[in-house]
């Protein structure tokens, strides 16, 4: 029987902060992008912005003017990252 589990911080940390966590935000940017294009007037722009925090991180955005009210009209983002198995949060719900 488990009695005590200890977590690995820094190894979670350098985990979190490597190439393979990297290449899956990246993937899943990109298939976000996909989504969001199919549903979306051909030619509209949808970019991907990589970042890092303490770990890798990416951010989909609609380049086109019309592009909040799609998203405030039809969601097109949040149900593009919800096909993608990505659950969304209203980061002002704490």
């Known amino acids: 029987m488990l009695e005590k589990l200890e977590l690995d911080a820094p190894g979670i940390r350098e985990f979190l902060g490597g190439s393979e966590v990297r ?3 990246d993937g899943v940017a990109e298939d976000i992008r996909a989504r969001v294009r199919a549903k979306l007037t051909p030619g509209t722009s949808v970019t991907i912005k990589k970042y890092s925090t303490d770990r ?3 951010s989909v955005t609609i380049a086109d003017v019309r592009g909040m009210a799609w ?3 039809d969601g097109v983002l949040t149900r593009a990252a919800g096909e993608a198995g990505i659950e969304v949060k209203d ?3 704490g």
Do not use: D
């Open 56 to 58: 890798g991180a990416a």
């Open 71 to 73: 998203q405030a009209r």
């Open 91 to 93: 980061w002002r719900a």
């Open 23 to 25: 290449a899956l935000v």
